[in-house]
């Protein structure tokens, strides 16, 4: 194995994680940590603080640094430090699903052009391994299709408001708590994060440059204790799914949002901070990746992965092996939500009427909609009603429809909540 020096970007847990796991690789030498706040204190035995510096640039201008570890995360300053490292020859290693979401094409054409690698595994679901796999060993695969849960803050909290019974903001506030949500918890309860990294999946997976802007996304925040237990009662559990899908007609279907999932099925059985992979290969088949998808050692596994695989390429060969080289030039045609077709929930408050049933079953048979369960549990003590229904599968256009129809009946208080339900 070649040795490497390496400069590393950021020193929050993740980074810190690396440095830790990195003590027992003599062949790897931290050479500079760039870090925001130098004065500090850091977590770590016996640490060289002379090791620190407050300008990345420093780094990626060091001549005797081979490969940057970029664990700190967001767009500026990091999207320049990483062109300016690798316009000076340096290969990346990465755990920015943001970065590499939005700038990943600049970032490997350039790459591309200098001859040099961008290594990604941290980047998507910590520690487990879905990248390597997905560029090395199942390369002779046609992948179809990918449904996962991609972020631990959400899956903890869902998995909290159904076991405990508990409100979203409750369910939030002890995910702050422990750890797992930030003070701003935006980038993972509204599925930013989760849209990242499906988006690298996608791209890699169906072998076309997925553009984010064309992810549709739906967070948890408007999931309530009522969609959990109702849901319950019908057999399902509430996750936020992240899926991609390649239609017969070639164009792609990636989409973030909350879904119902039977309880049968393997992702309904993937609790608190866990992520699990589903992909559907062919000649493979179906495979699951379970496993930590946060936190400082599970991802230092990936970040240390990814970089004993290129201290032992670059032992044989200056030119990093064709897997490791980002090919995917061809932009995929991604369709929009209104086009797909699935199964729904839709949790609708009535008024207390004769044939309200009846209005909901004419306006949705009227808009194409199948029902294939109506739940109705007695009366509220306002002389409202919550009713439930699900729908075999139709066109999401077509339902949006329905419900613009069934807000203007006058039975109709209000539609509570429209979910996407998977079997
Ligand atoms: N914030 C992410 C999660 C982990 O909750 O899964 C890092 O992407």
Known sequence: MKSLNIGIIGFGTVGCGVFETLKSFNEITVKK?????????RNIENFDNSLLTDNPYEIVNNPDIDVIVEVAGGINP??????????N??????ANKELLAKKGSELFSLAKEKNTVILYEAAVAGGIPIIMPIKTILCANKITKIAAILNGTTNYILTKMAEQELSYETALKQAQE???????????????DASYKISILSTISFNKRIDINKIYREGITKITPQDIKSAKELGYKIKLIAMGRVLDDGKIDVRVHPMLVAKKHLLAKVNNATNSIMLSGYPVGDLV?????AGAEPTSSSVVGDLLVLASELEITNSPLPQSICTHNETAEQIDIGDTYNDYYISITTS??????GIIGTICGKNNINISTIMQKGINKDNTAEIVVLTETSKESDVQNALKELIQSESIKNINNLLRVMN
């Open 89 to 94: 020859g340096k290969h990346i290693v990465t």
């Open 352 to 357: 207390n009427n004769p044939g309200t049933i």
């Open 178 to 192: 422990l750890g797992y949500a930030e003070t701003d918890p935006t980038g993972d309860v509204e599925g930013f």
């Open 78 to 87: 990091i999207f320049d430090v990483l062109k300016t490292a690798i316009n």
């Open 289 to 293: 990746f379970t496993g930590a998808g």
């Open 33 to 41: 940590i760039a870090v925001k706040n130098i004065n500090k204190k």
